[in-house]
């Protein structure tokens, strides 16, 4: 996935640089992404990106990308749209993307689901860092498991590296669903 995130982000630059959409424009950018150009997303707007997505919509670099921007801004309609199709039409077991559907639809009160989906993304990647955190509070809040939801707390503050916020908030909820043992 990284070499076609590197190459749908220099088609993105080239359909900026070149303002047009024409065949030719395209063609002169499939020769930059074959030498590797890469670009800042920051420097490009969602509606640069939906335009490229459209234009290749079974590349799933730019669509991950896309929707995890959208997550971040807690555009969740938008990001689940792009996160879906990468899972359910392109078939692509992406763990970011699984984990981010599974606390996504942990919000919207659907936390079975929610947890399936964060479940899979620990299959998928069994370090999965922040998907433990979406399994502890999915199965400690939203499903009234305190002991379900210790042993991913408990991974998650293995973690050296993890921010002293998200650390402290997790030693919280750690203390809490013992407590509730």
């Given at each position: 996935?990284?070499?076609?995130?590197?190459?749908?982000?220099?088609?993105?630059?080239?359909?900026?640089?070149?303002?047009?959409?024409?065949?030719?424009?395209?063609?002169?950018?499939?020769?930059?992404?074959?030498?590797?150009?890469?670009?800042?997303?920051?420097?490009?707007?969602?509606?640069?990106?939906?335009?490229?997505?459209?234009?290749?919509?079974?590349?799933?670099?730019?669509?991950?990308?896309?929707?995890?921007?959208?997550?971040?801004?807690?555009?969740?309609?938008?990001?689940?749209?792009?996160?879906?199709?990468?899972?359910?039409?392109?078939?692509?077991?992406?763990?970011?993307?699984?984990?981010?559907?599974?606390?996504?639809?942990?919000?919207?009160?659907?936390?079975?689901?929610?947890?399936?989906?964060?479940?899979?993304?620990?299959?998928?990647?069994?370090?999965?860092?922040?998907?433990?955190?979406?399994?502890?509070?999915?199965?400690?809040?939203?499903?009234?498991?305190?002991?379900g939801s210790v042993a991913p707390l408990q991974r998650l503050l293995e973690y050296d590296?993890?921010?002293?916020?998200?650390?402290?908030?997790?030693?919280?909820?750690?203390?809490?669903?013992?407590?509730?043992?």
């Open positions: 996935i990284g070499f076609v995130l590197v190459a749908v982000i220099g088609l993105v630059l080239g359909l900026i640089r070149s303002n047009t959409t024409d065949q030719s424009a395209a063609e002169g950018v499939a020769e930059d992404v074959i030498s590797g150009d890469a670009v800042n997303l920051q420097d490009i707007s969602n509606e640069q990106m939906e335009a490229v997505v459209a234009q290749n919509p079974d590349i799933p670099g730019m669509r991950l990308a896309l929707a995890d921007r959208y997550f971040g801004e807690g555009d969740f309609t938008n990001a689940l749209t792009h996160y879906m199709y990468v899972l359910q039409t392109l078939d692509v077991q992406d763990p970011a993307a699984l984990a981010n559907v599974g606390w996504m639809t942990y919000l919207s009160g659907v936390p079975d689901t929610a947890e399936s989906f964060v479940e899979r993304s620990l299959d998928v990647q069994p370090d999965g860092g922040i998907a433990f955190w979406y399994l502890a509070n999915i199965r400690f809040y939203g499903l009234g498991d305190a002991a590296n993890l921010p002293a916020e998200l650390r402290a908030e997790a030693q919280r909820v750690l203390a809490e669903a013992e407590a509730a043992l």
